[in-house]
């Protein structure tokens, strides 16, 4: 269950925050965020950010009101928490996220926002670019495992998409992503692909330099060199080069700076997506509820206000939509189930030390994603074997519950998996194949729930604000899979047919025709030939195996 935590105790230690005062761009007036709500049109553009983890309790006040807090130094326009020492304070006002409150109290509040099945982060960034759920948009997951389960293959390339995104719909209107999930190789013109840091594949710039678009690339190492200069030492003393950076803050700080260089320049994308990623490996190494996790969504908030001071400053405000949504929700763990421990002493799984993974060979395995788990088989007699087994530990353990392919099903999740498992309060899954079925869990809080065994418990916020959007309207809940038909709404973009979610027109004070439909978008999506393409990616699952 372990998650990427790599330097994020540098991260803590060091200044990540957004970007001083000096250099962010003057708040916009007040009169022209009022121009931005109330004058009629639709958007020139919609800015759709993801904060990792974000839930409505972090930007409303402790009664649930969408106000800043009192006493509080805003912007100008409310906005612009600018510095590390006014992130700081915000941790400990009366709402942790004030330029969200600020915007959420003046346009849309979502209260209670649903992921799909599982709520993992892969899931549900597609889910929010294309409606649909998982098993018709086809990322079921983080990872996809290969036949031997000896690899686990992030879900990074966008041929794995089964279904149009906003991306394909807007092409030819511009489209900027920056750490968006499952974007390596799309047709998206300003691109930055979610591409995690890996120091023994070289520099973070190296790995993203065939990938990216090249003058963003030129642009980050400008942005590196600033950072490393900001902070030339870790925490330890240790001086900093590009093979140590960017912590998590400092790409989400960087992934800011790009949107506000592209704001004042002569680049009009129709289509921004952002995402950032800091408050959740925060929250998995310190937990909910620790000052770190309230630093660390002030420190998001504060780059929020930082993108609308740009947005602001380049007169592109006025006729912008900005969209702000959590991806996955966080629960507290204290304790890590290892299902495949049982399946491997009724040899149902063949270790092998020298694999990645340890799997030498299955007959059934289970593939966790936090607060849940999938089980994979080979045939229907080792699916029975296995819940047979799985049924007898969870009623010793009392840490989880089977969940019946139909109830998987029903929400949308992975057609691959035979049956699921749902972690109860304070557990979480893990892959481990050795070992106890239950041990201390590494992190602090896991995502990756079911919304059927969530008991209403599983929800991220949303926030909507800007033109086309309405004024002070709160909704008491609506799905990750009605943001894109929404989006789409706003844009005049054509998404597929039938989508599994809906264009929430009562949040809308305008809308755009749709264009009329055209060819199916280049990739998986003309034949749905996943397994192929996971082999030209190297390996992968195979239909109708795990």
């Known amino acids: 269950m372990k998650t990427g935590l790599v330097l994020i105790g540098a991260c803590l230690a060091l200044a990540c925050a957004g970007a001083s005062p000096e250099k962010r761009g003057a708040s916009p007036a007040p009169q022209t965020r009022l121009r931005a709500l109330r004058e009629a049109g639709a958007p020139s553009r919609v800015v759709l950010i993801t904060i990792a983890g974000l839930e409505s309790s972090d930007y409303l006040g402790p009664a649930g009101f969408a106000l800043g807090p009192a006493g509080y130094a805003l912007g100008s326009a409310g906005f612009a928490v600018g510095s590390a020492d006014a992130a700081s304070a915000s941790a400990d006002a009366s709402v942790r996220m004030p330029v969200l409150g600020r915007l959420a109290a003046e346009g849309v509040t979502g209260l209670r926002a649903w992921p799909p099945a599982p709520g993992s982060t892969y899931a549900s960034h597609a889910t929010l670019v294309t409606g649909l759920r998982p098993d018709r948009h086809g990322i079921v997951a983080d990872e996809a495992l290969d036949p031997a389960g000896q690899r686990?293959?992030?879900?990074?390339?966008?041929?794995?998409?089964?279904?149009?995104?906003?991306?394909?719909?807007?092409?030819?209107?511009?489209?900027?992503?920056?750490?968006?999930?499952?974007?390596?190789?799309?047709?998206?013109?300003?691109?930055?692909?979610?591409?995690?840091?890996?120091?023994?594949?070289?520099?973070?710039?190296?790995?993203?330099?065939?990938?990216?678009?090249?003058q963003l690339v030129s642009d980050l190492e400008a942005i590196a060199r600033e950072q490393l200069e900001a902070t030339p030492k870790d925490a330890v003393g240790t001086k900093r080069t590009l093979s140590s950076w960017p912590t998590v803050g400092e790409r989400d700080a960087a992934f800011v700076e790009l949107g506000c260089r592209v704001a004042a320049s002569e680049r009009n994308p129709s289509l921004w997506l952002i995402r950032l990623v800091e408050p959740a490996a925060v929250v998995a190494a310190h937990g909910q509820g620790s000052h770190e996790h309230a630093l660390a969504l002030a420190r998001a908030d504060a780059r929020i206000g930082r993108l609308v001071d740009c947005l602001g400053a380049a007169e592109r405000l006025v006729d912008t939509a900005i969209v702000v949504v959590g991806d996955v929700a966080h629960r507290p763990v204290h304790t890590e189930i290892a299902p495949n421990t049982a399946l491997v002493r009724e040899n149902l799984i063949g270790r092998d030390p020298r694999s990645k993974t340890g799997v030498r060979s299955w007959l059934a395995l289970t593939r966790s994603h936090g607060r849940s788990a999938y089980l994979f088989a080979k045939d229907a007699e080792s699916a029975v074997a296995a819940r047979r087994v799985l049924d007898a530990e969870a009623a010793r353990s009392g840490a989880f519950e089977v969940v019946p392919a139909a109830e998987l099903a029903a929400g949308g999740a992975d057609p691959q998996a035979w049956f699921g498992l749902a972690a109860r309060p304070g557990?979480?899954?893990?892959?481990?194949?050795?070992?106890?079925?239950?041990?201390?869990?590494?992190?602090?809080?896991a995502a990756g729930g079911l919304p059927s065994r969530e008991a209403g418990d599983g929800a991220v916020g949303f926030v909507a604000w800007g033109r086309g959007v309405r004024e002070q309207i709160r909704v008491p809940e609506l799905a990750l899979v009605d943001v894109a038909p929404t989006i789409a709404r706003l844009l005049g973009l054509r998404l597929d047919e039938k989508l599994d979610g809906r264009p929430q027109i009562g949040l809308l004070r305008a809308s755009q025709p749709l264009p009329p439909p055209g060819p199916k978008r280049l990739g998986v999506g003309t034949d749905g030939d996943v397994e192929r393409t996971l082999r030209e990616m190297g390996g992968g699952r195979e239909l109708g195996s795990d």
């Open 152 to 214: 686990a293959l992030p879900y990074h390339d966008s041929r794995l998409l089964k279904a149009t995104t906003l991306w394909d719909a807007a092409l030819g209107r511009g489209v900027l992503a920056f750490g968006w999930p499952t974007t390596v190789g799309a047709r998206v013109e300003l691109l930055v692909p979610d591409v995690e840091p890996d120091p023994s594949a070289g520099t973070w710039l190296g790995q993203l330099r065939t990938r990216s678009t090249p």
């Open 427 to 445: 557990y979480g899954f893990g892959n481990a194949l050795m070992g106890p079925l239950l041990r201390p869990s590494e992190v602090r809080s």
